[in-house]
């Protein structure tokens, strides 16, 4: 037991990433047997692993800069709930009360996606920076600094945000490294409060985008199970957690490309644009196949995947143990940040990222979706000379 903990602090991304790819091949092998999951195992998996503890180790002298942890949290908090009050203002509405009173669920989903549908890009972006980076992390560092009123205006504020946008996501991301924290301090009372207000604004916010849970009508399936309103959302969690990611990457496995060509670089802008080429995005235009019915009547949706899958729908099998190898590099990179700077705060702040690596790109979750952010303002919380990468 004591190897095993000494492991897992050794290499805490690592096998955090070992328990997504278990969820993974969990759902791909329920849904498709052994077609897809032996091959991903050997041109990804074992690529991976035999890269992580195979590649050098060689130490580089960096001199990092230091800007002290009280200086920044103030100024995150502040430029954090400026954005979300901007934000709020500039839709007019708040899109968790419109879908509440929503009749069914096919305007519910339409409502869900004002809260970013039509946005300029500046606002767009700040959107999703402050809900994903600076409020939760201004919460961490007050309670890292012991400053329990910053904390909880800091977790309230993008709580109630994620809410309001209808973004179940967005309430993980708030809450998330709060309960990290306090799980690795053993503060086991703050966790347990942490873990049941986002609990209930979760399930909360699953309500209001399901109409047919609370006197509305569900117009998107012929056939409804009689079961309790309970048992719904608790079998919805279950499976959106345990087989939805494997089932989703099995299937883009077996449309790509017996139905849709490699892409060959024609999902990046600039590449596209170089060669003259239409852009393409399978995340959305592999919605209409795999969801023919909803498709039909007019729903329009993403259908976004495990991080390596980019890299196999513009190159094929051969790709993946490239790939392989680049997030073996990435994930002994984190390990750099985790020692030389606050390891609790750099995992508590990284692991929900890390977690969606099931269902996104890498690249989208470090710029878009704010993780190079996160680690930059790791990086600049703490002065490192000396890096062993």
């Given at each position: 037991m004591k190897?095993?903990?000494?492991?897992?602090?050794?290499?805490?991304?690592?096998?955090?990433?070992?328990?997504?790819?278990?969820?993974?091949?969990?759902?791909?092998?329920?849904?498709?047997?052994?077609d897809f999951a032996p091959a991903l195992f050997f041109l990804f998996f074992l690529p991976f692993v035999l890269f992580y503890f195979g590649l050098p180790r060689p130490k580089i002298n960096i001199d990092l800069p230091n800007f002290p942890l009280q200086k920044i949290e103030w100024f995150l908090f502040t430029i954090g709930s400026m954005v979300a009050v901007l934000h709020l203002l500039w839709l007019g509405k708040i899109p968790f009360l419109e879908a509440w009173q929503a009749p069914n669920l096919s305007s519910a989903n339409l409502l869900r996606k004002i809260?970013?549908?039509?946005?300029?890009?500046?606002?767009?972006?700040?959107?999703?920076?402050?809900?994903?980076?600076?409020?939760?992390?201004?919460?961490?560092?007050?309670?890292?600094?012991?400053?329990?009123?910053?904390?909880?205006?800091?977790?309230?504020?993008?709580?109630?945000?994620?809410?309001?946008?209808?973004?179940?996501?967005?309430?993980?991301?708030?809450?998330?490294?709060?309960?990290?924290?306090?799980?690795?301090?053993?503060k086991w009372f703050v966790a347990f409060i942490v873990t049941a207000l986002s609990g209930s604004l979760f399930i909360l916010a699953i309500f209001a985008n399901n109409p047919q849970l609370?006197?509305?009508?569900?117009?998107?399936?012929?056939?409804?199970?009689?079961?309790?309103?309970?048992?719904?959302?608790?079998?919805?969690?279950?499976?959106?957690?345990?087989?939805?990611?494997?089932?989703?990457?099995?299937?883009?496995?077996?449309?790509?490309?017996?139905?849709?060509?490699?892409?060959?670089?024609?999902?990046?802008?600039?590449?596209?644009?170089?060669?003259?080429?239409?852009?393409?995005?399978?995340?959305?235009?592999?919605?209409?196949?795999?969801?023919?019915?909803?498709?039909?009547?007019?729903?329009?949706?993403?259908?976004?995947?495990a991080h390596f899958m980019r890299a196999y729908t513009n190159f094929g099998w051969w790709i993946l143990p490239i790939s392989a190898g680049l997030f073996a590099l990435f994930l002994r990179l984190l390990n750099i940040i985790h020692r030389k700077t606050h390891g609790a705060l750099a995992f508590s702040l990284q692991i929900f990222p890390l977690l969606?690596?099931?269902?996104?790109?890498?690249?989208?979750?470090?710029?878009?979706?704010?993780?190079?952010?996160?680690?930059?303002?790791?990086?600049i919380s703490q002065k490192k000379e000396l890096i062993h990468v």
């Open positions: 190897q095993i903990n000494a492991f897992v602090f050794a290499h805490p991304y690592f096998t955090s990433y070992l328990f997504v790819y278990g969820l993974l091949q969990i759902g791909l092998i329920a849904t498709t047997a052994f809260g970013t549908t039509g946005l300029p890009k500046w606002l767009h972006y700040a959107n999703t920076w402050s809900v994903r980076v600076l409020l939760p992390t201004s919460a961490l560092f007050f309670l890292h600094k012991k400053n329990k009123i910053g904390c909880i205006l800091s977790l309230s504020i993008g709580c109630l945000y994620g809410l309001a946008l209808l973004q179940k996501s967005l309430l993980l991301w708030v809450s998330m490294p709060i309960l990290i924290y306090c799980i690795l301090h053993r609370h006197g509305g009508q569900n117009d998107l399936q012929t056939q409804v199970k009689t079961t309790s309103k309970t048992n719904q959302v608790s079998e919805g969690l279950l499976r959106r957690i345990l087989i939805v990611p494997g089932q989703t990457l099995g299937m883009w496995f077996k449309h790509v490309p017996h139905d849709k060509p490699y892409l060959y670089g024609r999902d990046f802008g600039l590449y596209t644009k170089l060669t003259g080429q239409k852009t393409a995005d399978y995340n959305l235009e592999l919605y209409a196949t795999f969801y023919p019915e909803y498709a039909k009547q007019g729903i329009k949706g993403s259908v976004n995947t969606l690596l099931s269902s996104g790109s890498l690249l989208t979750l470090l710029f878009s979706g704010g993780w190079a952010l996160l680690i930059l303002l790791l990086i």
